[in-house]
């Protein structure tokens, strides 16, 4: 099987899709020209040209208020936010625009539109830049949220964002941009609200995504099965829909659920999927739902001030630790 | 034509208005389109325009007044024309009254209720995880008996581990023995003594034979789940089983009956015994006329009976006189099991565990919730094929069973 | 103002339209006229819920606009979309209906006053955030440059919304991109409470275009439907044949509040301003050019108010004989298949 970086994987997806079908065209900042901030849509200018491949002012309600207008009307656009940050400047249109229009309009215009683009924090940016935004999207009806933690899921799920009927947010990380991994060979896509068993295990379940998953959750579970824990790690791949029956299946065999997210606590993703499993496994839970998030505070400038904030694999190992009344 | 005319909405938050000036006057002629009145709304001051043409013939809110949204203001009709039936309905002005002050409700705080130390014997409420909680129940584990090892004392699932049979174990610790040493001699009580002489009798003397079916449960699930929430109970599938015994008993008379040697007693009332488990042995307390009474009536009758027979409360006519017995062990896993006879009664029916399993439905396998139950026979008075009949129409009544409330 | 000597010299102009158009366009701007009143009417009786924003003295700007468009062009606009809705062709039965909230209503009762749409007529809604839907104005003229079609976009908007951040950002990419979107900002002098000098530092509010190099046009005598459709076919014929947009402003007025909420006269408008308008009637200046020019007499015009009131009522009828949207509707159409 090729071996390719999530940036390529993204690359190639976005290729797939306009070379199939006419009505796909990219378009944000520095995409074309400038062969994209983080190279994500490198060659695509030239081997698709400028109508196509569409740089933009700085102008995130603007641009993103063409694409969904442009989608309501037939075309399927990609709109690439340079980060998710910068998203909250096109929040209205999003929202109130895209996510409502099916709606609102009795069945009348859809919009098929993916908004993709890097989250979450990198290394020292500082607290407007490194935000995860995925909770305050996946709270509304009419948004599909998208976020995948390697290359194969990045490329099979941008696919199907692309060929999705409906607006998708589409959280990369770019942190992981150069990270490689294992691809199928050839055409293939990956469904919305499918979760992936990453590692099986019997005594706590773990449920993470996107860079947290990486970097902190994988890790932690390998600490862990040294001090002779067994660890069901979960990667849910999209957030809305959640593939709910994935996780209720896992605490149900293991009775302990810890949450590893980089969204803060109020009204995050964790805080739902708590919830959730409070409601359905009820009578299956030997403990409380743990969270591990980033600290309840803007994300601060200093190095240490900024792992300190963000969840880690000590924090996990202590909230699995909890879990199992092990201290 | 007379109209009356209402107080508009006018703004998407107003609930009543204020009539500040009216610009026609009573008797006055009103053409369509004309100020009629002006009225504040609870956004700002308004005018209303006539929809109508005629004469303004009556006024019923005076400015100053308050109407209601919808509630009539004026009349608008010609010149002679009678407006009596429209003026009875003129409304009290909503204006006068009070209006409610919001009260600041602020709830009493109780300050945080202090956690109570691990004091499970001292009947205080227990502590214990969801899934500890669950297991306890199904292996009927006394949480009581259980010391916590979690947070503030609650019990959690490593604390009972132990003490199921074949669960995975987390926790390593052994379980205590219970017979220290090689052997016990343990004194056989009345009951016990009782017991062992009367079955010892029936295995030697009654030919038993035994003949088991399948019952699909899922109607009778769904059946009991109704009635619970309809009726506020808390039926059981023993209930079930006594009514629909009891209505097949009816029909099958060589079932509900008992061997005399030269003949055999045939009895018109199901009087049916259910095996209760005491501690050291079991009794059967016995539900007169079951054939009479609706389930709900049995349900209730039952579970006194149980609570007396496990207080050694029963009276000797509430344990005597029965003609046929239930026994159940579903509630210990028992997939299905044969039960003795108790003489002089012809036949005994012994229930198991209702099972979650594949089962074939319209040809298609689908999952499933079966029970079995197997009758034990009294062959000298019950054949095969009376037996196997009585079965089918208890089955035939259990999958069934809203026929049990006729 | 000689109304001779303007009359005489739209005579000219009406030669080069067909009598049948003319009359048309008389029958609809009275058909939104008295829907218009209907509904004021019938939200008084507490029928109609919610904001419903009138379009009562700016009939000439819808029909005067979309009569210099073809049904393949998309129009889009703000919540005052009662007006323009009919003129592009819903059905007014089916506006009225979703304005009570009937499952026979346009959005099958799901969007209400402010959220009219029609995907066959290329109307594009009714939209409630203000300025929310101008870059979606530019995108549907991106979709149609991207295919090599001819389609343009009417982008109507208050004067209000030309302050907003996404007018300013939509404007900037359609000059920028040449997208053939005609923005035309129904400049009624108020947005809700608040006079155009208030709100923006420019009061002539075309001089915007200027910031993006943008071909504009203003239109002073916005209740004259042939004046509106002389500027905005301009602009339409200029967009289809360079892709290039225009910012066009429409001098007109409300004769109604912002909403029904909001009143006539009296908290920021004086009584005098209004009925000094009222005098231009969209109605009654046409009517007059018609007579004068001898396309329709006072026959057609009593026969014509009768023929409209009974397409009211039997809107009216339509309406209370339908039924609301079934429970089982709160859970459709949230997400397309």
Known sequence: ?327 | ?406 | MNMTAELNALHERLLHLPPETLLKWYDEMLLIRRFEEKCAQLYGMGKIGGFCHLYNGQEAVATGSIGAITPEDYVITAYRDHGLAISKGLEPRRILAELLGKSTGTTKGKGGSMHLFDREKNFLGGHAIVGGHIPLAAGAAFASKYRNEKRVCLCFMGDGATNIGEFHESLNLAALWKLPVIYIIENNKYGMGTSVDRASAVEMLIKKAAAYDMRCGVVEDGHDVLKVYETVKAAVDHARSTYEPSLLEVQTFRYRGHSMSDPIHGHYRTKEEVETQKKLDPLTVFAEVLKESQIAGDEYFKTAEKRIKSVVEECVQFTEQSPEPPLGDLYTDVYAD
């Open chain 2, 1 to 406: 034509m007379a109209t009356k005319i209402l107080m508009p909405k006018l703004s998407d938050t107003m609930t009543e208005g204020v009539i500040l000036k009216w610009v026609k006057k009573e008797g006055e002629k009103v053409k369509q389109g004309e100020i009629l009145v002006e009225i504040e709304s609870d956004k700002a001051d308004m005018e209303l325009e006539a929809y109508d043409s005629g004469i303004l013939r009556k006024i019923m809110i005076a400015a100053g007044g308050s109407a209601a949204i919808g509630a009539p203001i004026a009349i608008i009709a010609d010149a002679e024309e009678d407006i009596s039936a429209l003026l009875t309905e003129i409304p009290a002005s909503p204006g006068n009254a009070p209006k409610q002050e919001l009260t600041d409700e602020t709830p009493k705080s109780s300050g945080p209720t202090p956690l109570s130390p691990a004091s499970e014997t001292t009947g205080v409420r227990i502590k214990a995880s969801p899934v500890a909680k669950r297991l306890a129940a199904e292996s009927k584990i006394e949480l009581r008996t259980l010391i916590g090892s979690g947070p503030q004392g609650r019990i959690i699932k490593r604390d009972i581990q132990p003490l199921l049979s074949n669960k995975k174990q987390v926790s390593m610790k052994p379980a205590a023995p219970i017979i220290s040493g090689g052997y016990q001699d343990v004194e056989l009580s009345l009951i016990r003594k009782t017991i062992a002489k009367r079955m010892q009798e029936s295995k030697q003397i009654v030919p038993h034979f035994y003949v088991t079916v399948e019952i699909d449960m899922e109607p009778a699930m769904a059946f009991r789940d109704q009635l619970n929430a309809a009726a506020g109970s808390k039926m059981s599938f023993t209930d079930i089983l006594v009514k629909a015994s009891a209505v097949a008993l009816m029909k099958h008379p060589n079932i509900n009956a008992t061997y005399r040697g030269n003949s055999m007693r045939q009895f018109g009332e199901a009087h049916i015994a259910v095996a209760v488990a005491l501690e050291d042995g079991l009794v059967t307390p016995v539900l007169r006329n079951c054939e009479q009474k609706t389930i709900l009536q049995l349900n209730a009758e039952l579970r006194d009976l149980a609570e007396r027979a496990r207080n050694r409360r029963l009276k000797p006519e509430e344990y005597q006189g029965a003609t046929f017995t239930i026994s159940n062990l579903g509630m210990f896993g028992v997939k299905d099991f044969a039960a003795i006879v108790n003489p002089p009664e012809g036949a005994i029916l012994a229930v198991g565990a209702i099972i979650e399993k594949p089962v074939v439905k319209k040809g298609a396998i689908v999952i499933g919730h079966t029970m079995s139950v197997t009758l034990s026979s009294d062959h000298r008075i019950i054949d095969g094929s009376v037996a196997a009949r009585f079965l089918e129409d208890v089955k035939l009544l259990v999958e069934n069973p809203a026929a049990l409330l006729l």
């Open chain 1, 1 to 327: 099987m090729p071996v390719v970086s999530i940036r390529e994987a993204l690359n190639q997806a976005m290729d797939e899709e306009m070379a199939r079908d006419d009505r796909v065209f990219l378009m944000g900042e520095e995409v074309a020209q400038y062969n994209g901030a983080y190279k994500v849509s490198q060659g695509l200018l030239a081997k698709y040209g400028p109508r196509r491949i569409i740089d933009t002012p700085i102008a995130e309600a603007g641009f993103a208020g063409i694409g969904i207008g442009a989608a309501m009307v037939g075309l399927r656009p990609i709109v690439e936010f340079m980060t998710w940050n910068f998203s909250l400047v096109a929040y209205d249109q999003i929202v109130n625009h895209a996510a409502k229009m099916l709606s609102m309009s009795g069945g009348h215009f859809s919009v098929p539109i993916v908004f993709r683009g890097p989250g979450g924090a990198a290394h020292n940016l500082g607290a407007t830049h490194s935000q995860a935004l995925e909770s305050i999207y996946a709270h509304f009806p009419g948004l599909k949220v998208v976020m995948p933690s390697n290359p194969r899921d990045a490329k099979g799920l941008l696919k199907t964002a692309i060929r999705d009927n409906n607006p998708v947010i589409f959280i990369e990380s770019e942190v992981m941009y150069g990270e490689k991994g294992e691809i199928p060979e050839g055409e293939y896509t990956i469904p919305f609200g499918i979760g992936e068993i990453v590692q099986e295990g019997s005594d706590v379940t773990i449920v993470s995504w996107s860079k947290i998953l990486q970097h902190v959750a994988i890790k932690a579970a390998s600490r862990l099965a040294d001090e002779g824990v067994s660890v069901e790690l979960i990667d849910p791949r999209t957030i809305r829909p959640m593939d709910w029956e994935l996780i209720f299946h896992s605490v149900k065999k293991t009775n302990r659920l810890v949450i590893v997210e980089e969204g803060w606590p109020f009204a995050g993703v964790g805080a739902q999927i708590s919830h959730e499993v409070s409601s359905n496994c009820f009578d299956d839970l030997d403990a409380p739902v743990e969270r591990v998030t980033q600290e309840d505070v803007p994300l601060p400038y200093a190095h240490n001030l900024e792992i300190a904030s963000l969840p880690s694999i000590q924090k996990v190992i202590r909230a699995v630790r909890k879990v199992l009344y092990l201290d």
